[in-house]
């Protein structure tokens, strides 16, 4: 189990009621900050429970990307969900791992738009309609020795987080190394805000949606970086 996190670098899809809304309005110049400064507005270990902690913090640095896409999300491996890379035209881009049990992880992309932003989202969220199945794998460590992890998607779902929107996934992740097999839930919220996409995911015992209180509270403390 303990490369479990690692392997975060590296059904059908049930639709919903909830419908997005589309972008409107031509693009117009917003604050933005640098990767360093972005990473403040990920949670500390104590807002996912007692004795969590984060770890592995990366960022992109002091200075805003190019707000040029090198790369389409249709394109990108699936297993790659599991991380916002930065090469998707994103200006900054700030995430950690969350040292739960199980382990997890939270990330948050910016863009120079709120439509780009909403684009990314939509790309995302389309890329894990698509990903029915997949695998991953990873050297592991010396207790684990090699880790495959085996995802099937149960369901994509939209849903909201106060005013904002976004979708939750339910995949099951069959995890093989040397001290076994084991069945995990893997549970996914992606929110789009402004000129922001965050993501927090976690591997459960049983399937428990990542409670929204956790995006709102990341989305407020973003925020508060651009009034700074």
């Given at each position: 189990?303990?490369?479990?996190?690692?392997?975060a670098?590296?059904?059908?899809?049930?639709?919903?009621a909830?419908?997005?809304?589309?972008?409107?309005?031509k693009?117009?110049?917003?604050?933005?900050?640098?990767?360093?400064?972005?990473?403040?507005?990920?949670?500390?270990?104590?807002?996912?429970?007692?004795?969590?902690?984060?770890?592995?913090?990366?960022?992109?640095?002091?200075?805003?990307l190019?707000?040029?896409?090198l790369?389409?999300?249709?394109?990108?491996?699936?297993?790659?969900?599991?991380?916002?890379?930065?090469?998707?035209?994103?200006?900054a881009?700030?995430?950690?791992?969350?040292?739960s049990s199980?382990?997890?992880?939270q990330?948050?992309?910016q863009?120079?738009?709120?439509?780009?932003?909403?684009?990314f989202?939509?790309?995302?969220?389309?890329?894990?309609?698509?990903c029915?199945?997949?695998?991953?794998?990873?050297?592991?460590?010396?207790?684990?020795g090699?880790?495959?992890?085996?995802?099937?998607?149960n369901?994509?779902?939209?849903?909201?987080v106060?005013s904002?929107?976004?979708?939750?996934?339910?995949?099951v992740?069959?995890?093989?190394?040397?001290?076994?097999?084991?069945?995990?839930?893997?549970d996914?919220?992606?929110?789009?805000?402004?000129?922001?996409?965050?993501?927090?995911?976690?591997?459960n015992?049983?399937?428990?949606?990542?409670?929204?209180?956790?995006?709102?509270?990341?989305i407020?403390?973003?925020?508060?970086?651009y009034?700074?």
């Amino acid at each position: 189990m303990a490369g479990v996190l690692s392997l975060a670098g590296a059904g059908t899809a049930s639709a919903s009621a909830l419908s997005h809304p589309k972008h409107h309005g031509k693009p117009k110049h917003v604050t933005q900050v640098t990767g360093k400064q972005l990473a403040k507005g990920l949670l500390p270990g104590s807002a996912f429970g007692i004795g969590v902690t984060t770890s592995g913090e990366a960022d992109t640095g002091n200075h805003l990307l190019p707000a040029q896409a090198l790369a389409s999300v249709s394109s990108e491996a699936c297993a790659d969900l599991l991380a916002f890379v930065p090469v998707f035209g994103q200006t900054a881009v700030a995430e950690d791992g969350v040292n739960s049990s199980l382990g997890g992880f939270q990330a948050i992309s910016q863009f120079k738009t709120s439509g780009a932003a909403w684009s990314f989202y939509g790309q995302v969220e389309a890329k894990y309609n698509s990903c029915v199945s997949y695998s991953a794998s990873e050297k592991g460590d010396q207790s684990t020795g090699p880790v495959t992890l085996s995802i099937d998607l149960n369901s994509v779902s939209n849903t909201r987080v106060g005013s904002s929107y976004g979708f939750k996934v339910s995949q099951v992740a069959e995890v093989s190394d040397s001290l076994g097999d084991v069945t995990l839930y893997l549970d996914t919220l992606v929110v789009a805000n402004g000129t922001n996409v965050y993501m927090i995911w976690e591997f459960n015992t049983v399937d428990t949606p990542v409670p929204g209180s956790l995006l709102a509270s990341m989305i407020k403390r973003t925020q508060a970086l651009y009034k700074g």
